[in-house]
Structure formats: C-alpha cells, structure tokens
C-alpha cells in the first residue's frame, strides 16, 4: 500500500501546484520548458521560473531532511544504458515538446489535442521498452 500512497501523494501536490501556477499567473508548468528556457534565454522577465525551480529543489531538499528513507534505492543497471536511456528522454522530451508534466498533468487537463498525442505516446513507448527489455532478459 506504501508504494501505491507515494507516487499518488506526489501527483496530487503536482497537480495541486500545477493548478495554482496556471490560476495564479497564467503559466503553464511544464519543467522541461521552464528549465530550457531558463538555461538557453536567461532574462528578468524569467523571474517566477527561477522561482519554480528553486521551489522545487527546496521541496526536494526538504522531503529528503524528513524521509531520507524516499530516497533509499539504488540503480542497478550498466552505467551506459542509464546514460543512453536519459539522453532518449531528453531527445523525446525535445522532440514532443515538452515532458510529462506539461503535456499529462497540465495539456490534457485542459484538453490539448497535441497533450494528449504526446502522452499517449510517452506511454505507448513506455510500454513498448519495457517489454523489449523484458523480452531481451
């Protein structure tokens, strides 16, 4: 049951904090786009989105400070596939135009055509390197 309360708690807050940036300053908050457009376009004008990121690693810090047991795993995959399977995600999250959070939490929520494709398709493809790494093992 405790692995079922985490993940479900963290969405909740996500969705809680997500629906509070879009009714209280009108932005959507997909994190792949924040970040990206902190990194590539420093600007004044980006202040609330380093206030989002510093948010986020102050929350994380601080869950961490409380719970370190959260944070207790471990990877036990080849160092190379874990590279080559973050660089994918980055290239994917690229290609859609954003990560989960801004297309399955914010996109679909208010019924974006192009959210909901690009979900469908994280999850298809989810779901189609799952099964090619199950059957290859």
């Not at 990206?36 to 986020?56: D, M, Q, T």
């Not at 795993?73 to 994918?88: H, P």
Request: glycine share 16%.
């Amino acid at each position: 049951m405790e692995n079922i309360l985490y993940p479900l708690g963290g969405g909740i807050l996500i969705g809680i904090s997500s629906t509070i940036l879009l009714a209280g300053i009108g932005r959507i908050s997909g994190i792949s786009g924040i970040l990206s457009s902190v990194i590539s376009r420093p600007a004044k004008e980006h202040f609330w989105k380093y206030n989002f990121l510093l948010g986020l690693l102050i929350g994380g810090g601080m869950t961490y400070v409380s719970s370190p047991q959260l944070f207790n795993y471990s990877v036990n995959d080849n160092l190379i596939k874990v590279i080559i399977a973050g660089l994918l995600v980055g290239f994917g999250t690229r290609l859609g135009n954003g990560c989960t959070s801004g297309h399955g939490v914010c996109g679909m929520s208010r019924m974006a055509k192009r959210s909901i494709i690009a979900t469908i398709t994280f999850i298809l493809v989810g779901m189609i390197t799952v099964t090619i790494e199950g059957l290859i093992k």
